[in-house]
């Protein structure tokens, strides 16, 4: 079929789907055009970071893997969407926050032994972890699409920090914060093209959101609606289907993408949902 089951995961931190679909002109173009796929996700609660890429990358919830908050500094006990991966004999790659090494490698973070992963033997395959919130979006996406050009993972994970750190210094209805968003947009604009013709499907989402005084954590639709677009030749859905799925449900979506296996304890995409958004083929 030719169908592809290789991935690139955008999650742009703390960028509320209000914002995001206001600002982000190249990437809702897709959704216009009818090339990509746009829902929304509710995150789970607390909306705080490492709480919601526990729930991204196992598919449980907060009560069930037990990261509470973001002082919860241990490494995951639940089997993972990197574990899985690896199960399948495909490799992952991420650039992303230090914390997403202590939840699938080690805890706590060692900033030189943990900086860069190379061909590890369990959890992630690669990967590239920075440690300040303002560690430049610009230089992230280029590193990220060098590690991809270099170790051409089966998913790519890039996650960034500018967008989370304009909306705490300056609030989520400020210009700094639409600024950073707009930057996403441009580098999307760059990074994308290229990632479609290497035969990658494409996913863009967020943690959490933003409220208009800088905070999230809570319950408000800033904090927990985040958006969710889709570019992928397994689609038959296109443009917006004005849907919302829970944040524990991606990683199951994410095996189907990547046609690899979930784990038991992933909570399953709706199936529902997945008849109306792809095309009934080769899921094996
Ligand atoms: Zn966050």
């Not at 013709?197 to 943690?207: E, F, K, N």
């Not at 959490?208 to 927990?224: A, F, I, K, N, Q």
């Not at 889709?230 to 990683?251: C, P, R």
């Amino acid at each position: 079929m030719g169908v592809s089951d290789r991935l690139v995961l955008v999650i742009v931190d703390g960028m509320s789907n209000q914002v995001a679909h206001e600002r982000l002109g190249f990437v809702e173009s897709l959704v216009e055009r009818g090339q990509a796929l746009r829902a929304t996700v509710q995150s789970v609660l607390p909306s705080l970071s490492r709480v919601c890429y526990e729930a991204i990358f196992t598919g449980t919830e907060p009560i069930v893997n037990g990261i509470l908050s973001n002082e919860i500094v241990r490494r995951s006990t639940q089997e993972s969407l990197f574990d899985r991966i690896r199960a399948a004999g495909k490799t992952s790659a991420v650039f992303g926050y230090h914390w997403i090494s202590e939840l699938y490698q080690q805890a706590p973070f060692d900033h030189v032994r943990d900086r860069n992963l190379h061909d590890a033997d369990h959890g992630i395959t690669h990967g590239r972890f920075y440690f300040e919130d303002h560690y430049p979006d610009t230089h992230l996406y280029v590193e990220a699409e060098d590690l991809r050009r270099r170790v051409q993972p089966d998913l790519l994970v890039v996650h960034s920090m500018n967008v989370d750190d304009a909306g705490h210094k300056h609030g989520g209805l400020s210009p700094e914060y639409a600024g950073a968003v707009i930057r996403i947009d441009t580098l999307l604009a760059m990074m994308v093209p290229q990632w479609l013709s290497d035969g990658y499907q494409v996913a863009i989402t967020a943690d959490h959101g933003m409220d208009s005084v800088g905070y999230h954590g809570g319950t408000l639709d800033e904090h927990r609606i985040v958006p969710f677009y889709l570019l992928s030749s397994q689609l038959k859905k296109l443009g917006d289907s004005e849907s919302t799925f829970s944040q524990v449900e991606l990683a199951d979506l994410i095996c189907q993408l990547m046609q690899i296996a979930p784990a038991p304890s992933m909570t399953r995409f709706s199936p529902d949902r997945l008849r109306q958004w792809f095309h009934s083929t080769t899921q094996a």
